[in-house]
T-cell receptor, first 118, second 113 residues
Framework: GAVVSQHPSWVICKSGTSVKIECRSLDFQATTMFWYRQFPKQSLMLMATSNEGSKATYEQGVEKDKFLINHASLTLSTLTVTSAHPEDSSFYIC?????WGGGGETQYFGPGTRLLVL | RKEVEQDPGPFNVPEGATVAFNCTYSNSASQSFFWYRQDCRKEPKLLMSVYSSGNEDGRFTAQLNRASQYISLLIRDSKLSDSATYLCVVNTVSGAGSYQLTFGKGTKLSVIP
């Protein structure tokens, strides 16, 4: 099946630094990628939807200047958490949507990146 | 009202037991429905789609009632490896034609030897 990778798998950083997370679709082209965040014992919350070659669409309450998303190619999207603070510590998961012949679509999830800001 | 609501759990059941999870969704325009499984500190993985006619995959049976906006998952003959959090997920298409997955908080299942 389709595979989505994320890098790094975990990050520990000091408050005020920026962290970049990469999301790649390994064996398919993803015109749309999604970024989610999950706090402990909470559901996945969509942060933004990213379409290749265009600006990301952010969900209400998500600061676009703090969470920079770049979707430069059909296989790569990046999320940069700028000036990270302890409250940004969370599990960040990307997802890529694959379109198949016949109009079918499936959304595949990356393994997630655990961010801890000290 | 939350968009997708699930049994709060946790469910602690002995091996071999049958367990049922329930889920309700608030958006009547939702078009497709799924159960995902999430292991501790891992990403969610698709368990099965849910169809109006009901569908079965081995020990797992999913049901959808569109009129009641209700989804269920039944696990028969529980195995230790079934221990995980089960997420009810609803897919809704917006007016612009894009779609979005909305996740429930999940119900934690622990199968006990």
């Amino acid at each position: 099946g389709a595979v989505v990778s994320q890098h790094p798998s975990w990050v520990i950083c000091k408050s005020g630094t920026s962290v970049k997370i990469e999301c790649r679709s390994l064996d398919f082209q993803a015109t749309t990628m999604f970024w989610y965040r999950q706090f402990p014992k909470q559901s996945l919350m969509l942060m933004a939807t990213s379409n290749e070659g265009s600006k990301a669409t952010y969900e209400q309450g998500v600061e676009k200047d703090k969470f920079l998303i770049n979707h430069a190619s059909l296989t790569l999207s990046t999320l940069t958490v700028t000036s990270a603070h302890p409250e940004d510590s969370s599990f960040y998961i990307c997802s890529a949507r694959a379109r198949w012949g016949g109009g079918g679509e499936t959304q595949y999830f990356g393994p997630g990146t655990r961010l801890l800001v000290l | 009202r939350k968009e997708v609501e699930q049994d709060p759990g946790p469910f602690n059941v002995p091996e071999g037991a049958t367990v049922a999870f329930n889920c309700t969704y608030s958006n009547s325009a939702s078009q497709s429905f799924f159960w995902y499984r999430q292991d501790c500190r891992k990403e969610p993985k698709l368990l099965m789609s849910v169809y109006s006619s009901g569908n079965e995959d081995g020990r797992f049976t999913a049901q959808l009632n569109r009129a009641s906006q209700y989804i269920s998952l039944l696990i028969r003959d529980s195995k230790l490896s079934d221990s995980a959090t089960y997420l009810c997920v609803v897919n809704t298409v917006s007016g612009a034609g894009s779609y979005q997955l909305t996740f429930g908080k999940g119900t934690k299942l622990s199968v006990i030897p």
